[in-house]
């Protein structure tokens, strides 16, 4: 299935969204990790005089993590330690005072193994378990440094609208929970939503108004490795996600519905190629309930077994337990998934539990430090019955 023809109407529609009336909020406030990044009040004074001069912004975070993991195969014990990095760089190339304008945006990713055996593996943890959901993505790749997205950004109607087109990285625009920033990303994002990375597409970001915004996306999947992702021709399939979301109690809330499609030409199991179909819907519901804690629920599924998750439920809260120090924060999450079966996949646990605790340390502006543990009831594509992970990650940001 190839999706060249399916950009046309969406190209068609951003063409008709012109420069609007002007809006009473500050636009930009919904467009996660999606608007600008302009430096705010703290920022370094290189950063301010860059951007003011050139249009350039810059940030980066380097990371480190240790891991020690309980049962990651049968009778086998690990222990790894990692380097991560990401960088991301937004250049302006048209200045338009009214719209935003028109900015390029690049996103670097990789990961590398310190000790011995991490470094051998060219698949580090591939499978995430034998889990339903490739859980943490710090502990099972990329081994390699990857460019992530590299999209054109083009904002409309008084910063309200904004059109990302190239390499897109789906997670970065649905289903964030803002505050948490658990080690594991199925906490973070819903693990039945088929949000692909490094593909081509589009994303359409619209805020309604001061309390609601929507997000469309269109993108290819299933480009071999190596190949070039702009070459539509490599893609197998295309998947379409939508969001809808809505603040409420004076912002403290927000609820999101995230209906999708997907769409492959893969095997059957048997050799012969046939098409995968997917239809499915999100919702999640995240709530400040006072300044000390922060609760949130997701529920998601997914009409076919083509998906690796089909079902999931999930609950979690952030706590700020030393008042005097507020970026500082314990979070618990809970996750009850569905794994599928498939020709090719074979189903171990049906149900598979997974809990985790994290204490977040801001130990100055720059430099959090997270010890965390996870543990892993019934993982899917395994016969154990439990699998754990503890460990610390340290993050640098610059």
Excluded at 304 to 331: F, I
Aim: glycine share 10%; with cysteine; net charge negative.
């Amino acid at each position: 299935m190839k999706i060249r023809t399916l950009f046309i109407p969406a190209l068609a529609a951003m063409a008709m969204v012109q420069a609007g009336e002007t809006c009473d909020y500050a636009p930009g406030k919904f467009f996660y990790n999606g608007g600008l990044q302009l430096p705010g009040e703290g920022t370094p004074a290189y950063k301010r005089a860059m951007f003011e001069k050139t249009g350039t912004m810059f940030n980066a975070e380097l990371g480190f993590g240790y891991w020690a993991i309980d049962n990651q195969a049968d009778g086998f014990n690990s222990n790894n330690v990692i380097s991560k990095l990401w960088a991301r760089v937004d250049q302006r190339i048209i200045k338009d005072d009214i719209n935003g304008g028109t900015w390029l945006r690049a996103d670097v990713m990789g990961s590398w193994g310190l000790d011995h055996d991490t470094a051998s593996q060219s698949a580090f943890f591939d499978g995430g378990f034998g889990s339903a959901t490739w859980h943490n993505t710090d502990l099972f790749g990329p081994a390699n440094l990857y460019l992530l997205n590299l999209t054109l950004k083009q904002y409309f109607y008084n910063k309200r609208v904004c059109f990302n087109g190239g390499i897109i990285w789906m997670s970065q625009y649905f289903d964030r929970i803002s505050h948490a920033r658990f080690a594991n990303d199925a906490f973070e994002k819903s693990p039945v939503l088929p949000l692909v990375w490094q593909q081509p597409g589009a994303v359409m970001q619209v805020e309604v108004n001061e309390d609601n915004f929507a997000t469309l996306a269109l993108v290819g999947t299933g480009v071999p490795g190596g190949q070039n992702p702009y070459n539509f021709d490599n893609t197998i399939g295309y998947t379409v996600v939508g969001e809808w979301g809505h603040e409420f109690a004076d912002d403290k809330g927000i609820w999101r519905v995230a209906p999708f499609f997907t769409s492959e030409d893969a095997d059957d199991g048997s050799g012969r190629e046939c098409e995968h179909n997917a239809f499915g819907i999100m919702t999640g519901l995240e709530y400040q309930m006072n300044d000390i804690a922060k609760v949130y629920a997701r529920l998601a599924w997914a009409s076919s077994e083509y998906q690796r998750c089909r079902k999931e439920a999930m609950v979690g809260t952030t706590l700020r337990v030393v008042p005097t120090r507020p970026s500082d924060y314990l979070g618990i999450g809970f996750g009850l998934y569905k794994g599928a079966e498939t020709a090719t996949k074979k189903l171990e646990n049906e149900f598979e539990k997974v809990l985790e605790f994290t204490y977040n340390v801001q130990v100055d502006k720059y430099i959090t430090v997270a010890p965390y543990y996870q543990v892993y009831f019934d993982p899917a594509y395994r016969s154990v019955s439990t699998v754990s992970a503890t460990g610390v990650q340290a993050h640098l940001s610059f």
